[in-house]
């Protein structure tokens, strides 16, 4: 249960456009064999938020083509007041093959967008290739944040493009600021994590990372019921990477905001670390008055 008086910012959410959230999201769920908890429009999102206390939310949009880039991004863009109303902070995406890079990334910035979203999984491109080397640093050097899916994805079982060795090189050859390393620092990768990445300068947020999911596994994409992390790797994870680098976040509609604060509340941390992860160390990283 959240603690009374407590602020929230969920650094990692989707939303998709109000008439077509519903049936992206089913598609999305059929083919990574996962559930939704709500229906992934920016109206249900502000609606769960408010039930929940969280003063803002991170959107973070997928850009699976390249030609998708400035369409998508556009749409954000006009909707970006409207969304900032409701608390929810939208990001901007970009494909590793969208040739006009560093024109979007200052069109982004000069439309006060804080952060990029880039999805290695779903872009099908591994994090230290040349392209996202190229794209990162820009972004980096424009003073933005930032964050990439890491580790395993449950919609292709087996493969993974944000490996450590590939995060290794991209971060000593790149040196990105405001990096920030999703599903604390890579999904179901936790073991390798904790060996190479823990006190590297890179932010982990725990999307998708607690509780149980049922994910497909292996070739034979049978159905499992997976565990994730328990509490008390949650927080020995936290702490040995620096509370500080720590940032609340769900996946929404992919997880449960209620049960994500529940577990952060009921992990073990204390109090100030608590108050770090769940808003001081986001509003610090998003610049928020």
Known sequence: MKEKGRKIIDFHTHTF?????VEI????????????????????LA??????????????????KP????????????????????GIITFGGLHPDYAEYLSEIKRLKDSGIKGIKLHPAFQGVKINDIRYKKIIYEISNAGMITIIHCGFDVSFPGENNT???????????VSPQKFVLAHMGGWQNWDKVEKYLLKAPVFFDTAYSFGKVAAR??????????????KERFVKIA?????????????????SQEEYIAFVEESGLDTGEKDKV?????????ELK
């Open 17 to 21: 456009p109000e008439n077509k959230s």
């Open 25 to 44: 999201e089913e598609s999305l769920s059929r083919s990574g064999h996962v559930r939704y908890y709500n229906n992934a429009s920016a109206s249900d």
């Open 47 to 64: 609606k769960i938020m408010k039930e929940n206390g969280i003063v803002y939310s991170v959107n973070l949009p997928v850009m699976t």
């Open 67 to 86: 030609d998708q880039v400035f369409k998508v991004n556009d749409g954000l863009l006009r909707r970006a007041g409207q969304l900032a109303n409701d």
């Open 163 to 173: 490996d450590i060795p590939e995060l290794l090189d991209l971060i000593e050859d």
């Open 217 to 230: 596994r292996g070739k034979e994409n049978l159905l499992e019921f997976s565990e994730n992390m328990s």
């Open 239 to 255: 702490r040995n990477h620096g509370i500080d680098k720590i940032l609340f976040a769900t996946d929404s509609p992919w997880s």
């Open 278 to 286: 769940f808003y001081e160390n986001a509003s610090k990283l998003l």
